[in-house]
């Protein structure tokens, strides 16, 4: 079945540390995105990618950064720069092409700095 | 800049009764997509719903159709018939094709609750 996946589904990380997290799709679409999303909020844009090799920053980039090397994958690291990382963080796809087109989402990674 | 208005933070609605949840937007395009996911405890986002902008008619899919109002900037979603699955986190959401990658900008969402 297509979708995407993103792991880990739970994550603890001590302040000062960085951690990844993966986001892999297998629909054959070029556009990615990363999402946070704080308790009560709506989804703040992180990171996007157009393109293999080719990223842009969102609205809240500090202390994060991405990498875009295969189409399929899109992983996202919170670096010790973040001030406040603890958040849900959503991955999601689209075809990139249009406007009209839905994203569709991973089902999240909840990351919590002890 | 794009905006997207959710105004009701919570919602009540009894089983079997219809619901609306409000969505205003703010954008001087004349092109874009609305969109409505629904978001249950468990996180995952469920795409609902599209409405395109030249659109004449509203769209519907299932129990779900969206009252779009052009000229108010509204994009309201009715549920009819709610069901307790439908309680979840819903959020109203917009793209267009300028602007960041056509990105999702999203509301702050209704928390829906259906009684039994």
């Known amino acids: 079945d297509g979708g995407i996946t993103q792991s880990p589904k739970y994550l603890f990380r001590k302040e000062g540390q960085n951690v990844t997290l993966s986001c892999e799709q297998n629909?054959?679409?070029?556009?990615m995105y990363w999402y946070r999303q704080d308790p009560g909020q709506g989804l703040r844009l992180i990171y996007y990618?157009?393109?293999?090799?080719?990223?842009q920053k969102g609205d809240i980039a500090e202390g994060y950064s991405v990498s875009r090397e295969k189409k399929e994958s899109f992983p996202l690291t919170v670096t010790s720069a973040q001030k406040n990382p603890t958040a849900f963080y959503l991955c999601?796809?689209?075809?990139?092409?249009?406007?009209?087109?839905?994203?569709?989402f991973g089902e999240g990674s909840r990351l919590t700095v002890l | 800049a794009q905006k997207i208005t959710q105004t009701q933070p919570g919602m009540f609605v009894q089983e079997k009764e219809a619901v609306t949840l409000d969505c205003t937007y703010d954008?001087?395009?004349?092109?874009?997509?609305l969109f409505w996911y629904k978001q249950p405890s468990s996180g995952e986002m469920i795409f609902l719903i599209y409405?395109?902008?030249?659109?004449?008619q509203n769209a519907t899919e299932g129990r779900y159709s969206l009252n779009f109002q052009k000229a108010r900037k509204s994009a309201n979603l009715v549920i009819s018939a709610s069901q307790l699955g439908d309680s979840a986190m819903y959020f109203c959401a917009m793209r267009q094709p300028s602007g960041s990658a056509r990105q999702l900008t999203f509301g702050s969402g209704t928390q829906l609750t259906v009684l039994p």
């Open positions: 954008t001087s395009d004349q092109s874009y997509g």
């Open positions: 990618s157009q393109i293999v090799n080719d990223f």
């Open positions: 629909l054959n679409h070029d556009a």
């Open positions: 999601a796809s689209s075809s990139g092409q249009e406007f009209t087109g839905e994203l569709f």
């Open positions: 409405q395109g902008s030249y659109d004449e």
